[in-house]
């Protein structure tokens, strides 16, 4: 519709919720093959996602923070998700971001 001027750029880009310069690439690659053209999305498989090993060791060892953080002899205070991520990586050989360290920690209430 946009090609033969039916519809003007801007309710196109509204419909669409793209920017400009995304609806041109569109284009483009719909006017170099028509017939095979599509804008569905590549990935099948969420590439968000940690194992429920990782997942298992996040949760033990906010644990681990947990009873230093209530021992009233200890000056812990706060959970130290940094200190969490590199206990993941020297002790378990698994890499997380401190960003998901925190999402657990808020799902098992170790915030």
């Known amino acids: ?5 039916e519809i ?4 196109i880009l509204d419909i669409l ?5 995304r609806f041109f690439s ?3 690659k719909y006017r170099e093959d028509p017939e095979h053209f599509s804008i569905s999305y590549g990935i099948k498989k969420s590439t968000r996602k940690i194992s429920l090993a990782i997942e298992k ?3 033990k060892e906010l644990r ?5 953080i209530e021992d009233k002899n ?10 969490i991520r590199d206990q993941l990586w020297s002790k378990y050989q698994q890499k997380v971001s401190v960003p998901a360290i925190i999402k657990r920690a808020k799902k098992n209430n170790f915030y």
């Open 1 to 5: 519709m946009y090609l033969t001027h």
């Open 74 to 83: 200890m000056p812990i205070r706060t959970y130290n998700y940094s200190y």
């Open 57 to 59: 060791n996040i949760i």
């Open 8 to 11: 003007e750029l801007f309710y």
């Open 17 to 21: 919720e793209i920017k400009r310069r």
């Open 26 to 28: 569109l284009l483009k």
């Open 64 to 68: 681990i923070e947990n009873r230093l």
